[in-house]
C-alpha cells in the first residue's frame, strides 16, 4: 500500500526551471528522510539531496547553490526546486523515503525523466 507518486519532470533548455514533487502515501510522512537520488545512462545512481524529518538538508557538491529539497508534512509531499539547470542534470530523479526505526523501512518512487537540452 505504500506508494511514492512522482511528477514534474520534463524537457527544459539549460537554464531553466524544473520543480519536482514527490507525493508519499501510505507511510507516516513525519517520521521519514526523504530523499532525491538521480541516475544518468551509463552511470550510478547518486545522491542529489535529502532532507530529514526535522528539516536539515544535505546536497551533492554538483547541485548544491542550484537545487533546494523541501517537504510539505501536511501535504505528504517532498520537493525539489531545480534552478539553473545543466545538460549534465539530465537523468531520471527518484523519490526516496527512508525511516531508521526499528524497523528500518526504506521505499522507492518509480522515477521522473529530466532532460535539460543545449
Known amino acids: 500500500q505504500v506508494q511514492l507518486a512522482e511528477s514534474g519532470g520534463g524537457l527544459v533548455q539549460a537554464g531553466g526551471s524544473l520543480r519536482l514533487s514527490c507525493a508519499a502515501s501510505?507511510?507516516?510522512?513525519?517520521?521519514?528522510?526523504m530523499t532525491w537520488y538521480r541516475q544518468a545512462p551509463g552511470k550510478e545512481r547518486e545522491l542529489v539531496a535529502t532532507?530529514?524529518?526535522?528539516?536539515?538538508?544535505n546536497y551533492a557538491d554538483s547541485v548544491k547553490g542550484r537545487f533546494t529539497i523541501s517537504r510539505d508534512n501536511a501535504k505528504n509531499t517532498v520537493y525539489l526546486q531545480m534552478n539553473s539547470l545543466k545538460p549534465e542534470d539530465t537523468a531520471v530523479y527518484y523519490c526516496?523515503?527512508?525511516?531508521?526505526?526499528?524497523?528500518?523501512?526504506?521505499?522507492w518512487g518509480q522515477g521522473t525523466q529530466v532532460t535539460v537540452s543545449s
Open positions: 526516496n523515503a527512508l525511516q531508521f526505526g526499528p524497523p528500518k523501512r526504506d521505499y
Open positions: 501510505g507511510i507516516i510522512f513525519s517520521l521519514y528522510a
Open positions: 532532507i530529514t524529518r526535522g528539516g536539515v538538508t
